[in-house]
């Protein structure tokens, strides 16, 4: 017999009845969703001067155009406005994506017109703005000759470096002049100073251009992509569609060679550094505190062997040298992250490592010394900063559970002070002295509260709290999001949530929409706003439906064992927990355990579609949208991360791919895809649909042309709800 173990649900089930039947005037719908009715107000582009007493922030005004404003962290006081589109460039219509102070703060670069290549690049027309001068803003270069990539002050503030048609250039802003550092760049066989598609979708950044401190030298990325096999996607909305092909190195196929190299401002030589053979990719490079030092990063294949290397001399041919001064290796795979902060003794660095089973902040030595300096059952999440100063490391960790998201500061004895208190989810931006800090916070039924705190995260005032969000919620029926675990078959305790039902009644059940991702890196319990996907689960309440999620083993904050128990076999521990999640469910009195549902995207579309046929016995229906079908058909990075290569792991590929999984099928399933899904691929959609057809298995499928994986864009988003929630109530 099946044991389950209730936390929260029953206990609960009383007050939400109660609560419950208090009706309200105003009614969800996704028209109001999508079209920004639920909309949270956020502070954006948040910089902290130099002196740490200010800091700017991005707005746009109907007067002034695109603002970049200046305040008091202390007062709140508006100190100046730095930069108004108005006065740039004689234009209110002219906006800025994003800007970039110079080091002495005396000119800012803006770039314009941008035009997204992928998840994180562009491509934009950058502007130069003098706020000592005031004057009309510069171009950056000749913007006939194509817009720019990644533009960045030297900390000199004379120079600017940027990408062009794949190639590396240098603006001198004094003489007017524009230096090419390379000519070899060509689209789909050699990038500089950028990354090929895969670098910058697995390893979270496409920025190839890093001056050293002093400015004397410029580090670069250089991509050799020629080998590596095009991915032909096809675009619409011509009289004859026409192929967008890009660079695409799916599992087991040939990836990019990646070089490093530098260029040295004064005698204009490019030098390129030598590295080990072993060097399969280069995920990072950082400049040291000294300019003659670049720290390098490399990782074989299996991406569980890391080395740090940092450059010594030169070898013959101006190639080089660098010496390794850190290794790690492991039996799984090592995250790559931006966790690490050169220490001014000019011998020893922060970093965060898994070495002992959770995530947490060591101090290396070049000569490969280690010091553990956090400690516990719990994972630091993420480096906020380093007040060099007074010796204190800022970081997120998951100390309270994987639900909780929390600020810490930490010396390096291992001494750590809590900055917050409240549960929830919590981040901030600190101030160049890290005397003060912009402070968000929310929690599952609370919107983001914005506020300045003082160095021991004493609240001094609120910038943003919500409260026309919050007062509009109130003329609404809101069922409050409350956390759980359960217990599965495996005996693992695992986080869930649940939203039940507006205008509940007694005894009766209710159908289940389960709400998921499960992959590995992200988390769908978490105790923080949900935005508008919260309000998408306010509707399915509202329509009478109990609204849960789970977060299943893979998933991260619970340390190494948790997150690393589906290596090599993506897919089964996760659907078996979904299984199971469903079967727990069911036994609540709430919910009809033949009417449970399943949804998810992306990684959770793969997952919905995996528990749709491994669990068609538990899930009745589900809405997959996006999905992997089969690790073979998604790229090497992410792919052979967790699964090796298909040339290694057949079994794991096969055995839990979806396609090999299709005449198991009973329940409604409605499969959606965008065909210009660069990511994951729309063929992994037609694989399912061929699968399903061999299968003699009847389902529902669309496709949205030329959308990306996230399908927007116009009314595509709210095209997709209104779909997803009449097959909801069609078949849920």
Partial sequence: MRQFTYSLTLGVIATLL????????????????????????????????????????????????????????????????????????DDARQTISDYTFSEDERFILVSTETQNIYRHSYFANYYVYDTKTCEEAKPLTDFSKGKQRLATFSPSADKVAFVRDNNVFIANLLEGTETQVTDDGLFNHIINGATDWVYEEEFGDDRGLKWSKDGSKLAYYKFDESAVREFHMPTYGELYPELYTFKYPKAGEENSKVEVYIYDNNTGINHGVAVPKSAHYIPRFFWTNDSDKLCILTMNRHQNDLRFLVTEGEFPNNRVGTTEIFKETCNTYIDIHDNLIFLEDGHSFLWTSERDGYNHIYKFDYNGEATQITDGDWDVLEFKGYDSKRGYIYFSSSMYGATQHHLHKADLEGNIINLDEKPGHHGANFSSTYAYSIHNHSDANTPPVYT??????????????????????????????????????????????????????????????????????????????GGFGLMWHQFLAQEGYVVASVDPRGTPGRGKEFEHSTYKELGKLETEDFIDFAEFMGSNPLVDENRIGIQGWSYGGFMTL?????????????????????????????????????????????????????????????LIHGTGDDNVHHQNSLEMVNALVAANKQFEFFSYPDRNHGIYGGNTRLHLYNMMMNFVKENF
């Fill in 18 to 89: 109660l609560s419950s039947s208090i009706s309200a005037q105003s009614e969800y719908s996704n028209e109001k969703i999508w079209g920004g009715e639920f909309w949270a107000e956020s502070v954006w582009g948040i910089r902290s001067m130099a002196k740490g007493t200010t800091y700017t922030t991005q707005d746009f005004d109907p007067q002034k155009g695109s603002i970049i404003e200046e305040f008091s962290y202390k007062s709140g006081k508006k100190v100046r406005d730095i930069f108004s589109s108005v006065e740039a460039f």
């Fill in 452 to 529: 300045v705190r003082d160095r021991k995260g004493k609240v001094i005032r609120t910038i943003v709290d919500n409260k026309a969000l919050r007062t509009k919620l109130d003329d609404y029926n809101y069922s409050e999001k409350t956390f759980f675990t359960f217990t599965n078959d495996a005996g693992v305790e695992l986080n869930c949530w649940m939203i039940p039902p507006h205008n509940m009644e007694p005894g009766v059940e209710y159908p289940l929409y389960v709400a998921i991702y499960g992959g590995p890196g992200a988390n769908t319990v978490e105790d923080s706003w």
């Fill in 610 to 670: 995996l528990s749709m046929t491994k669990g068609a016995d538990v899930y009745s229906a589900g809405i997959s949208v996006a999905p992997v079908t089969n690790w073979r058909y998604y790229d090497s990075i992410y792919t052979e991360r967790f699964m090796q290569t298909p040339q290694e792991n057949e079994s794991g590929y096969d055995d839990n791919s979806p396609v090999n999984h299709a005449e198991k099928l009973e329940g409604k399933l409605l």
